[in-house]
């Protein structure tokens, strides 16, 4: 397979300088979302060449390539949304939206605190969006909850073994990392390290159709991509408790930090 060209106006070096300032203000500040766009932007070089031609290999991935449709514009629309039969994916999302307040334009608005070279008009920056669009799909699908610290970063250790990229492993190790110290326990990074061999142990869901996806019953997708039970993010919850699994929302109002003015996103809630 010929390699693919590296991303317009990169230079080819991670930017570790970068990378830790930004963590360290990140695990600060779970709501300081920028600091998670500085990370990947210094860390996952040579990501976005690597997963586009693993596209262009996947079954119906050239197809999928060449709409380039923008899930975030599909994902926005109420009667789009509204149109899932129950049971299926896009009814499962659909009741997540409810239930998080979240939106797809949201987390595109949340990515935009800093100005992304995920808007360029390139292919790489397209793929980029469709990792980015489809992070709330994937919390639907593995199960882990976007409310809190532990289901967040479970999702991103999950994410790091499904498209690579260092920014992923850093932010949740991190978390990992971090979570020993705040909760006496090593659970939160069980989950963690749980998330990664799920991701790694699933097909790859970055080259799905979404559109057909949404479609499918969620049982019968989880199990025809191979995403399994999350036992050890339960049992940590279980055992935890709803405040300790999301202790970085816990440590914020000790520490009277307000909220943030759009919805209530943790640092590990990402991006491409």
């Given at each position: 397979?010929?390699?693919?060209?590296?991303?317009?106006?990169?230079?080819?070096?991670?930017?570790?300088?970068?990378?830790?300032?930004?963590?360290?203000?990140?695990?600060?500040?779970?709501?300081?979302?920028?600091?998670?766009?500085?990370?990947?932007?210094?860390?996952?070089?040579?990501?976005?060449?690597?997963?586009?031609?693993?596209?262009?290999?996947?079954?119906?991935?050239?197809?999928?390539?060449?709409e380039r449709v923008e899930l975030a514009q599909r994902l926005s629309?109420?009667?789009?949304?509204?149109?899932?039969?129950?049971?299926?994916?896009?009814?499962?999302?659909?009741?997540?939206?409810?239930?998080?307040?979240?939106?797809?334009?949201?987390?595109?608005?949340?990515?935009?605190?800093?100005?992304?070279?995920?808007?360029?008009?390139?292919?790489?920056?397209?793929?980029?969006?469709?990792?980015?669009?489809?992070?709330?799909?994937?919390?639907?699908?593995?199960?882990?909850?976007?409310?809190?610290?532990?289901?967040?970063?479970?999702?991103?250790?999950?994410?790091?073994?499904?498209?690579?990229?260092?920014?992923?492993?850093?932010?949740?190790?991190?978390?990992?990392?971090?979570?020993?110290?705040?909760?006496?326990?090593?659970?939160?990074?069980?989950?963690?390290?749980?998330?990664?061999?799920?991701?790694?142990?699933?097909?790859?869901?970055?080259?799905?159709?979404?559109?057909?996806?949404?479609?499918?019953?969620?049982?019968?997708?989880?199990?025809?991509?191979?995403?399994?039970?999350?036992?050890?993010?339960?049992?940590?919850?279980?055992?935890?408790?709803?405040?300790?699994?999301?202790?970085?929302?816990?440590?914020?109002?000790?520490?009277?930090?307000?909220?943030?003015?759009?919805?209530?996103?943790?640092?590990?809630?990402?991006?491409?």
């Amino acid at each position: 397979m010929a390699k693919l060209p590296p991303y317009p106006g990169t230079t080819g070096r991670r930017d570790w300088k970068t990378a830790f300032a930004a963590i360290r203000k990140l695990l600060a500040n779970g709501d300081d979302t920028t600091q998670v766009f500085r990370i990947m932007r210094a860390l996952n070089v040579g990501n976005a060449p690597m997963n586009y031609a693993k596209l262009l290999g996947a079954h119906e991935g050239g197809r999928i390539a060449y709409e380039r449709v923008e899930l975030a514009q599909r994902l926005s629309d109420p009667a789009f949304v509204a149109g899932f039969a129950p049971g299926t994916v896009g009814a499962a999302y659909r009741d997540w939206l409810a239930t998080t307040g979240y939106s797809a334009d949201g987390l595109v608005e949340v990515s935009k605190l800093e100005p992304d070279s995920n808007e360029i008009q390139h292919p790489y920056a397209w793929f980029g969006r469709r990792v980015r669009d489809s992070h709330d799909l994937w919390h639907v699908l593995t199960g882990y909850k976007a409310d809190e610290s532990m289901g967040e970063a479970a999702l991103v250790a999950f994410s790091y073994a499904q498209v690579g990229g260092l920014g992923w492993a850093f932010i949740g190790t991190a978390a990992a990392l971090k979570s020993i110290k705040a909760t006496g326990s090593r659970l939160f990074a069980k989950a963690v390290w749980e998330g990664y061999r799920h991701g790694k142990k699933a097909k790859w869901v970055s080259g799905e159709d979404y559109l057909t996806l949404l479609d499918e019953p969620l049982e019968a997708a989880r199990a025809r991509l191979n995403i399994q039970e999350p036992v050890a993010y339960k049992h940590a919850q279980a055992v935890l408790g709803p405040k300790m699994a999301s202790y970085m929302s816990q440590r914020r109002e000790e520490a009277g930090v307000a909220p943030a003015a759009t919805p209530p996103i943790d640092g590990e809630r990402i991006a491409a």
